[in-house]
């Protein structure tokens, strides 16, 4: 080993570098391209331009006068290391919660005002359903004979749509075309007739007697009759009064009262008691007549009586005078 190596106590030969030549330490390097002596000291105040990693680790140390670093003080502690909030940041989130609590109790509380108005709501819909006045009075024997009355209409109407195709068949057929025309015409003219009351009319029907008790009988109540009895099918009406004044019912027919309980028909004065004989189903015009809330209870409540009885061949021999029409004519 050399003496070199001796002196470093590496071992090994220390690696040649761009050294200075050796010289006295107060004397300058005379080569020409040298650098300053004092750009090489460590302990220089200021960084050269040209070196960036001296400015990068000379950041946040602050130089003391005698030209070194001081690197024995201790950092400033940041407030979220020592765990201390600051006092605003507090009173801001105590002010956010209380805030979030303000709005879900009002949610809440709007939740429930609509849940209770629903259920309230709710439950006053099914007691109205529930108890319906009209259902609860109908006794099972007054339901059926209304089924039964409304099945009734629904056949007569079959019965009249049948017959008016057959009619209309016959008409367009080519050799009864002719007097298939001529009978329906005639039909058409006696039931017109009938319905005008200017023909009289024969068939089952209902005889309905009214008696008068402490109250004579309204001219109301046989209105109220007349219209249940047109609404079952009746086809044919008269009424008849204690005296036998006799007047037919037709669409035009009024009533009103009269003087010492007596009934005015058509202009025609009658006295009771009276007596309505209709042509039609006597099943059905029955049923509309014993209804409850109908023109019998409306009569037994006044104190008076209705009789009802069926009529295999009602007749209805009263007749109306023809009507003289002076503005209406028929559409060609």
Request: hydrophobic content about 35%; proline content about 8%; overall charge negative.
């Amino acid at each position: 080993m050399s003496d070199e190596q001796t002196e470093t106590g590496t071992g090994w030969p220390e690696p040649a570098g761009p050294g200075r030549p050796a010289g006295p330490a107060s004397e300058p390097d005379p080569r020409p391209d040298a650098p300053d002596p004092d750009e090489l000291s460590p302990l220089a105040p200021e960084a050269s331009p040209e070196s960036p990693g001296r400015e990068r680790s000379g950041e946040g140390v602050e130089p003391v006068e005698d030209g070194t670093v001081d690197l024995s003080g201790p950092a400033p502690e940041r407030p979220e290391a020592s765990g201390e909030a600051p006092a605003d940041a507090g009173a801001a989130a105590e002010s956010s919660a209380a805030a979030g609590r303000s709005r879900v109790s009002a949610a809440s509380v709007m939740i429930a005002a609509l849940l209770a108005l629903l259920g309230f709501t709710l439950v006053v819909q099914l007691k109205t359903t529930s108890t319906d006045p009209a259902s609860g009075a109908t006794r099972q024997e007054d339901l059926v004979r209304i089924l039964s009355d409304l099945d009734a209409r629904e056949n007569r109407l079959r019965q009249d749509i049948a017959s008016l195709e057959e009619s209309q068949r016959q008409l367009r057929s080519g050799e009864q075309g002719r007097q298939a025309a001529l009978d329906e015409a005639t039909r058409r003219a006696d039931e017109l007739g009938i319905l005008a009351g200017t023909l009289p009319a024969t068939g089952p029907g209902l005889s309905v007697r009214f008696e008068a008790g402490g109250e004579p009988i309204k001219a109301s109540r046989v209105l109220d009759a007349v219209q249940e009895l047109r609404g079952a099918g009746a086809e044919a009406m008269q009424i008849a009064g204690g005296d036998r004044a006799t007047a037919r019912i037709i669409a035009s027919t009024y009533f009103l009262d009269g003087e010492n309980g007596s009934l005015m028909v058509d202009g025609r004065r009658l006295t009771g008691p009276y007596t309505i004989t209709v042509i039609g189903d006597p099943a059905t015009m029955r049923t509309a007549l014993n209804i409850p809330g109908g023109v019998v209870a409306s009569v037994q409540g006044d104190g008076g009586n209705v009789i009802v009885e069926d009529r295999e061949a009602a007749e209805v021999s009263a007749l109306h005078a023809p009507i003289k029409l002076e503005h209406a004519r028929p559409v060609s």
